[in-house]
Structures are given as structure tokens and as C-alpha cells.
Nanobody, 121 residues
Framework: QVQLVESGGGLVQAGGSLSLSCAASGSIFSINTMGWYRQAPGKQRELVASVMRGGSRNYADSVKGRFTISRDNAKNSVSLQMVSLKPEDTAVYYC???????????????WGQGTQVTVSS
């Protein structure tokens, strides 16, 4: 079994900064892509940013230049640094990882429980 535990998030004023962290634990052989998604009320969940094991990054156009994703392969963790936050960034943010487990040796997708980010205007 694999668990993703998120931390960070909260309430911040527009223009402010927040950081999110996510650590994977359990029967992990390796982790391929790790990423962050978000879901605002009444909207579909969308990709915010992702990073492959080798370091290649991908960002949603709406966050380019403001958000930075990073990962620590040794710690099975991923972080999202968010600056210049806007009210439209308000959402529940979910950590996501493609994990190859030690028992199955095939990739499965896991999600964190979600953490609220609220940006006030």
C-alpha cells in the first residue's frame, strides 16, 4: 500500500506566497511522474504542474512563471512553490504520483487527500 501525505496550503492575500509539500510512503519501488492538480468549486480537476523522475517539468499556462515544482527522489517527495498568487488560484490542491510498488512491480496512480489553498482579493 502507498500513501501520499500533503502539507501546506492555507489562506493568503493576493500577491502572496505559499508552499505545498507531499511525501509518498509505503511499499515503493520507484516513482515516475509526480505532480499537483487542483479543483475549484464547480470545476473539473486540472493539472497544475508535474515533474518526471529525471527532472523534466510541465506547467499549466495559468501558473507558468509563478509556480515552481520540485522533487526529491531520495525522499519520495514533491513540492510546489507558489508566488504571486491570485484569487483564481483558490482550489483544493491534490498531490499525484505514478508509483511502481515493490509487490506488484507495475505503475499505479495515487492521490493525496487534498489541501485547501484560498487566495483572498
Amino acid at each position: 500500500q502507498v500513501q501520499l501525505v500533503e502539507s501546506g496550503g492555507g489562506l493568503v492575500q493576493a500577491g502572496g506566497s505559499l508552499s505545498l509539500s507531499c511525501a509518498a510512503s509505503g511499499s515503493i519501488f520507484s516513482i515516475n511522474t509526480m505532480g499537483w492538480y487542483r479543483q475549484a468549486p464547480g470545476k473539473q480537476r486540472e493539472l497544475v504542474a508535474s515533474v518526471m523522475r529525471g527532472g523534466s517539468r510541465n506547467y499549466a499556462d495559468s501558473v507558468k512563471g509563478r509556480f515552481t515544482i520540485s522533487r526529491d527522489n531520495a525522499k519520495n517527495s514533491v513540492s510546489l512553490q507558489m508566488v504571486s498568487l491570485k484569487p483564481e488560484d483558490t482550489a483544493v490542491y491534490y498531490c499525484n504520483a505514478g508509483v511502481v510498488s515493490r509487490d506488484l512491480f507495475r505503475e499505479s496512480i495515487y492521490w493525496g487527500q487534498g489541501t485547501q489553498v484560498t487566495v483572498s482579493s
